[in-house]
């Protein structure tokens, strides 16, 4: 439990040590920052590593299918605050990163830590955490991500026995039925932007209702609870009623209900919400996101979409037309090889838009252009595109390893 000091047995620290030497050959041999092997190495030496490494942290873990990395670093700039923090900033968020993450934070007060969807139930009942943050749960990784009313349903088994207090979004009836089998949660109301993996009740199977922002079930009466905090145009909502500006680096709708959560978050530590929300305000660009890059004497702005949910709020943040815009998906293990997903994306509000195509299965998504009635051309690579693109600032949205694969060219 947090608060324990007691020193790591000599397993431990021999498990640290080696996963710590595993991730510097790795970073030698070129292999990226070395964090999941050296994770890997050291549970490998010992399995009760996890909960050792947290046992002096108030952890938080966060966990969604889009914007779990980018409220990790909303959070952990606000508890610093009141301490200081470790984290997996860099979104290594299954259980052998996360012990990389700890393995550095000796020192530190809070561990705030993102979880992959599938992970959640276990971390939480190595690390004991005092906060959970539940944001969405929408379709992603078709071939390896189960369906979405079942994660709800393992996510509502793993925490119904937590003493965590769960900071859950009210507007998704799939977090709602997720979280409310636990004993203290605190309602956020967040925001639902994409609505297409929630029409049945979780509960019963019914239709859901959806009068304006509210829903409920009209057969067993599972209904949108009440929020005690509330994302409210520019500003955030606390249970006293008071409005507090948000001010943010980072662009969107979907960024200002994640720094909503995060205020509801960090308040359960005593950080007031002014101060908490004032200190997000630092971060800039999360992992490469936002970040506008020059390239080839064009400036491009990067920006990531993993799954359907995701399209939908990027296409939100994007200049109007005729701002050109590069489009790059990849199907590799870390995307999910299968990419019928991109026939629920709402391409046609792309239409205006010069478009180019890029990545691995740029040929899939130019199917889809082609059905959508949009206008683009398929690029062989980034620079041919960049080449192409009339003049103006570039938008570029990209999957998961299609985004890696642009960072690497550009050198970001």
Request: with cysteine; proline share 6%; hydrophobic share 45%.
């Amino acid at each position: 439990m947090a608060g324990n000091t007691e020193p790591l047995s000599p397993r431990a620290k021999l498990a640290v040590t080696a996963g710590k030497a595993a991730a510097a050959v790795s970073r030698a041999a070129g292999r990226g920052s070395g964090s999941v092997i050296g994770g890997k190495v050291a549970l490998r030496l010992d399995p009760d590593l996890l909960g050792a490494l947290a046992q002096h942290l108030d952890v938080v873990l966060v966990s969604a299918t889009n914007g779990k990395t980018t409220t990790t670093r909303l959070i952990a700039e606000a508890l610093r605050a009141s301490g200081p923090v470790v984290s997996n900033a860099l979104g290594a968020n299954m259980p052998a990163g996360i012990t990389s993450a700890l393995a550095g934070g000796s020192d530190a007060k809070y561990g705030v830590i993102e979880v992959d969807e599938k992970y959640l139930a276990g971390v939480a009942r190595d690390v004991t955490p005092k906060v959970i943050a539940l944001l969405n749960l929408s379709r992603d990784q078709l071939d390896r991500a189960a369906e979405t009313r079942m994660l709800a349903e393992k996510w509502r088994e793993g925490l119904s026995g937590s003493k965590a207090v769960i900071v859950a979004n009210c507007d998704d009836p799939l977090i709602v039925w997720s979280a409310s089998s636990s004993q203290n949660v605190v309602w956020v109301a967040a925001g639902q932007e994409w609505k297409d993996d929630a029409w049945s009740c979780p509960s019963c199977g019914g239709v859901m209702q959806r009068p304006g922002d509210d829903w409920f079930c009209g057969e067993c009466g599972f209904r949108r609870p009440t929020p005690t905090w509330a994302l409210s145009g520019d500003h955030v909502l606390d249970p006293h009623g008071s409005a507090w500006p948000i001010h943010l680096q980072l662009p969107g709708r979907a960024n200002k209900s994640n720094a909503a959560a995060s205020a509801a978050v960090a308040a359960v530590f005593g950080v007031p919400p002014q101060v908490a929300l004032e200190r997000m305000y630092q971060v800039q660009a999360v992992a490469g996101r936002y970040d506008v890059i020059t390239f080839q004497g064009r400036e491009v702005r990067l920006l990531l979409a993993k799954n359907p949910a995701g399209w939908l709020e990027t296409f939100s943040l994007i200049d109007p037309p005729p701002t050109p815009v590069i489009l790059s998906v990849n199907a590799r293990g870390a995307d999910g090889t299968d990419t019928s997903w991109l026939w629920d994306v709402d391409y046609p509000r792309l239409a205006g838009h010069p478009i180019f195509v890029i990545g691995d299965r740029k040929l899939d998504l130019a199917v889809r252009l082609e059905v959508a009635g949009l206008d683009f051309r398929v690029c062989e690579n980034l620079d041919e595109a960049v080449q192409l693109a009339p003049p103006g600032m570039i938008e570029l949205i990209a999957n998961y390893t299609a985004f890696q694969d642009v960072r690497r060219r550009v050198g970001n």
